[in-house]
């Protein structure tokens, strides 16, 4: 399955870690064999939109387990399960505020040069986004906000 996946377009390490990791951890809850479950081309899909950013691996751990339940390719269950990443600067600085307003402590700490402190604040937005914000955008984002 990992060189079929490979065939299909994705890295020979991310194709790796999905059948070895996720795909292999199903199958074996279902007693299956990780081929009856997913095609090796819905599998590159799913890698793709996580190389693009579009997906975290958390969201495409739910997309697999969708096409797995057969609800439709990798594109259609990210649509249908409303998975996509929110990348929207605005959405993202709206849950910062709001999260280091309620934080005011932690703002302190970040602006005294603990930027370790900063993780109480992007677990905080992830938690009110669902899981669907780029943790790394919403690390830069809240380190600026922090600064202004």
């Not at 990791?21 to 819905?42: H, K, S, V, W, Y």
């Not at 040069?113 to 830069?140: L, Y």
Request: charged share 25%.
């Amino acid at each position: 399955e990992v060189d079929e996946t490979v065939a299909a377009g994705a890295a020979p390490q991310q194709a790796r870690k999905w059948w070895t990791g996720e795909i292999a951890r199903i199958a074996n809850t279902q007693n299956a064999e990780p081929a009856a479950l997913i095609t090796p081309t819905d599998v590159a899909a799913i890698v793709a939109l996580v190389d693009s950013g579009a997906l975290t691996d958390r969201l495409a751990r739910q997309v697999v387990e969708g096409v797995i339940a057969g609800e439709g390719t990798p594109a259609q269950v990210v649509e249908s399960r409303g998975l996509q990443v929110v990348s929207d600067d605005g959405a993202l600085i709206e849950a910062i505020d709001a999260a280091l307003a309620a934080q005011p402590d932690v703002l302190e700490k970040i602006r005294e040069g603990k930027v370790q402190a900063a993780g109480a604040v992007i677990g905080a937005v992830m938690k009110s986004m669902g899981g669907k914000a780029d943790a790394a955008r919403v690390r830069e984002l809240v380190l600026e906000r922090a600064a202004q």
